[in-house]
């Protein structure tokens, strides 16, 4: 009962920090807004920091324990079967909206003042050149670069091979030294989200300033409302339906899970942000760690269901204003090759974009228009990290609640 007092009044400082941000950004005073940036920068810094380990360490000593862990395999498969159903079904959602609003095709002359917003150095890195970042030639690369996709491959080679080592001291030191430096990441995850009330605060007040200055209110009509909406649909009917499948209150994961996806929406970074879900689901949820600290590491790198359904809805819609016609059997072949795409993204800022850009660049299509999305993507790339976050959380809970089931 302590407890629940407890998460209560966290939650409504929580919401009373976001209130008052949002007041703060609206006064319109120049050295108040450089404040807020600041500060959001900071404690985004600070996530990222913190983010890069947890998932290294996360996934090394839970395979480490494959061997003693008969269930880690079922975990394992659940999570990814759950992650593949609700990335599918997102890009899906955004297929059925597409056809149902049918955007139709951008002035010419508008296409191509949106290749002067492209950043230059984006443009010219092809998908091929993207996957083939993902592979490490080098330990400390990915780990300087923050490539949370190439660390997880180092890291499920670093936790298998632990787990394949004969029983030693050796060993046994090895594996108490890597529990050690969890257990102060962990401490240091804890002191992080006790001060969050201040980086909320300023991460409210830095939108609401950005919104009222008009730099994330273009919108591109049907586009936008295809874009908005089948997020909105994934986040509150999609998934819902997922947990209440699987007999679980949509209701109670989403209060528990809250934290975390208030803190994707400002922060745009699923990675950044997996500290805050795995605290959120192990000390408020009630997730059991060998779940969280196996399966949101995870799903922070594949579980990408706003990303799916933004490729998916932007490449049909820059390829149509390129002068394809789609037939319905190609819609559903872009389907799958957004899905994979969204699985091989990492979670940071403007990932999906900077994705859709280098697959949109191999086909020859107007890649003008992502210029043109561009000042958008704000807003959507806020949303689409949310809902990501609020997706792993779903994932996490029904993968925790079949493995106690079982």
Known sequence: MEKNKGVGRQLTLWIGALIVGGILGLLGLGWLDQLMTFIATVYTRLFQLVAVPTIVLAVITTLAKFGEQKDTGRIFGHAVTYTLLT?????????????????????????????SAIPKDLGNESYYDHILDVIPN????????????????????????LAKMPKSDRKDVLMKGILGLQDLLFLLIH????????GIL??????????????????????????????????????????????????HVFARMSPAVLMAFFTKSSAATLPVTMASAENRLGVSE??????LPICTTINMNGCA????????????????????????????????????????????YFLTLS????????????????????IFDMIETAENVWSDSCVCAMTDHDIKKQ
């Open 202 to 251: 300023a991460f409210s007040a830095q939108l609401t300033a950005q919104v009222s200055a008009g730099i994330a209110a273009e919108s591109l009509g049907k586009y936008i409302a295809v874009i908005v909406s089948g997020n909105l649909i994934q986040i509150f009917i999609i998934l819902p339906l997922f947990l209440l499948a699987r007999g679980l209150n949509p209701l």
């Open 359 to 378: 697959l949109m660049t191999g086909t020859g299509a107007p890649v003008g228009i992502m210029g043109i999305i561009l000042p958008a993507y704000t």
């Open 191 to 198: 002191a992080l989200i006790w001060s969050l009330p201040l």
């Open 309 to 352: 359904a933004f490729i998916l809805v932007t490449s049909l819609f820059v390829m149509q204003n390129g002068g394809e016609v789609f037939s319905i059997g190609q819609m559903i072949l872009w389907l799958f090759i957004a899905v994979i795409a969204a699985i091989g993204n990492a979670g940071v800022p403007m990932g999906c």
């Open 290 to 295: 060998k779940v969280s600290r196996f399966v």
């Open 87 to 115: 990335t599918i079904t997102a890009a899906a959602v955004g297929l059925i909206l597409y056809n149902i609003f049918q955007p139709g095709n951008l002035p010419a002359s508008m296409v191509n003042q949106g290749n």
């Open 138 to 161: 080098n330990i400390l690369k990915p780990l300087l670069d923050g490539n949370v996709l190439s660390l997880l491959i180092l890291a499920f080679a670093v936790g298998i091979a």
